[in-house]
């Protein structure tokens, strides 16, 4: 039967033991979307050809808050991320713009936090930037879409 | 007209001089949901009873992120929080719990990105709880509900 | 004979090279206590029954400080942490709640200063929590209890 | 009566409001000791005249630890800080290092949290340092000594 | 006579205490260079026209790095920043990018140190991003451009 | 041909997945200098024979920026340092001092990025140590001497 594993026999909470675990290469892919007006979506859109990129900076901001995973979330395991990619698609009919974050890393808990990590923070960055235009944006369809590694094998989440 | 205010006039990203700005009392609250399977939902309300609380963990998450906000956020304004508060109800319907951060602050510039990394933290921790369980769970609807003081004055998200 | 090993032989302070050392699973547990009024220990005990828990809180503060440890102690090697146990209990003759803080690794040093940090956090949590009750509370005792792993072995403090 | 007012009426733990507080001159001054061999002790004290000083060490630690406070201690507000001292006594009949640590800030909440942290990582850097040669070395005695500023005035530490 | 102020009558370090000095509007401006070779330059100036653009990386490490120089520099003050520009500028025939930090805020120490480390860690992602073309990049001329507010005054750097 | 790797194949940014590259030892070296006024220069030197020391809290502010380098500079792997170094000299012609800093790892990416954020943060703290008694120090010629190593194998900065 399933279980939160965050707490043991007793109820408290704890850090997982994991010093057991095999070191294997792990991958989680995440994604989310933000949905703006028209003419805030407009806006963030041209921004690809001017120099005031909205995106390039929300990509930073994702890239560099998987780093921050394990300071962020408290029962979540520190781990040396090997490579991360923070992308985006315009959603053109729904006014959104979807964010997708892939983590790598070689090690022992899989890497599905830093992923939903990276597009929240991606997300959050972009509410803050376009806020004097839009406060009425809401960020939301944050899930785990694959996660590849680790003793629970391959996930695809079946939406 | 309205503008996306984080570049200069020349397009190049900054964090925009409020010098001149008056300090002033500044609230602003956020909410968010996170959405999961009937089992997953029936132990993390159990978890109120029992010793064993996501809801405590999540809430603790939610605080510690409100003050890291400008640490995350690449052109936020650091700021003295002067109160934080999260919480959350069950969606009895829908099997989601319901995130809500409220924060304050005295000082020049508003709380809106405070509240929202706050109530995407504490979701993202009740996903790293829950995760074992249910790894389908989806974080959705984090928007801006209401917000209090400064040049812009009272907003309410008419949802 | 025994030597200040974070000095190099002119004196100066480094971080000391351990790069030739085995990666092996490492365990070190450390034990403290904080002292205070009959009244505040009260009250701090009825929090396991009630809601509002400042054991579950201290306990959540030294997990993460333990995640913390090479930020705080300048000549610590940062450290993949596998493990984090913090837990309780309470000298009913003394009005003293005792922390005890385990922690794992696989790596080239020990974590020794882990399980003291995680331990020392959780004493100043719960002097922050109760302090508004009680400002003479005194946190004591603080000690490596056991250490396993590495090329000193096995150490146990022989109190 | 007396209340844990981390926790509101309902026992949910929150960052207490202070937004109605004055900001006001305050300090707090925390003490500490860590006990020791003889041999350690000796080692540690001649360090003063050699260049390989543990005590300038962990003074850095306890400074730069006051500035980490808000980040350690899960509902404390953060303070900007206008003044921190950390020092240190030889007791040479126990074979222990005093510490004392002094904040100071203007704000709306106190500095005893950041004055017992100081102490605190001032504390665990020695210990740090001095592991090779021993061990068994003990931190204890950690209390507020002083606070001025602020609504509850100026306390004492009657010890 | 001046002095180094970070160490008091007995040659300790300490973070200066300025709880007496007033809160006063200051500015700083820093600026430093990057030299690299031909091709190296060429590609990073062809990067403001193509979307891979290593400027406004650095731009955003600058502005970021700005908000962590209290937790950088030992003895420094935290400050509540409230404005940070980063500009750059070619330099054509020494195929050398200049970089320059303004820094605002409203407080009792100056930001000098903040529009430094800015200017520094700017120069860093600069290289970081440009290394595997060209590992001998040199990073030189850091300095204070202009200084204002607090009771030095204006200082002008007569280079 | 030499290419950004930071940009993936479209120009976005992205940590560099270095998923498949061995665990090697890695070694780098860099250098600076900062060059001030006779009398700071003075001032400084005779710090190492008075308790009043700059060096040893530049010292350490080096070694523990160089734990800090994924969080400062955006696109830089986390990786766990077996060693840090961080050296002095006097040029007494030029009144500079001279930072030499030496950086450890195992692990799949470099530590060149850990070395010149060491040296660049040791001489920034001695800007911030001595700017009371000399505002014009100019901080430069901060490059990579040396790299072991990794697939590009050994390299020498023929300066």
Request: glycine share 8%.
């Amino acid at each position: 039967m399933s279980e939160l594993t965050h707490f043991d026999e007793q109820g408290r909470a704890h850090m997982v033991d994991v010093s057991s675990k095999a070191d294997t290469e792990r991958e989680a892919v995440a994604r989310g979307r933000i949905s703006m007006s028209k003419e805030t979506f407009q806006r963030i859109r041209e921004g690809r050809i001017d120099k005031g990129d909205v995106l390039s900076v929300a990509r930073l901001a994702g890239i560099m808050a998987a780093k921050k995973t394990s300071d962020l979330i408290p029962l979540c395991h520190p781990l040396m991320l090997t490579g991360v990619n923070v992308d985006f698609t315009f959603d053109e009919t729904a006014f959104a713009v979807t964010i997708e974050a892939t983590v790598r890393t070689t090690g022992k808990t899989g890497v599905e936090m830093e992923a939903l990590t990276a597009t929240s923070a991606a997300a959050l960055t972009i509410y803050d930037m376009a806020k004097a235009m839009d406060k009425a944006m809401v960020i939301g369809e944050i899930r785990l879409v694959e996660k590849k590694g680790g003793k629970s094998g391959h996930f695809i989440n079946k939406e």
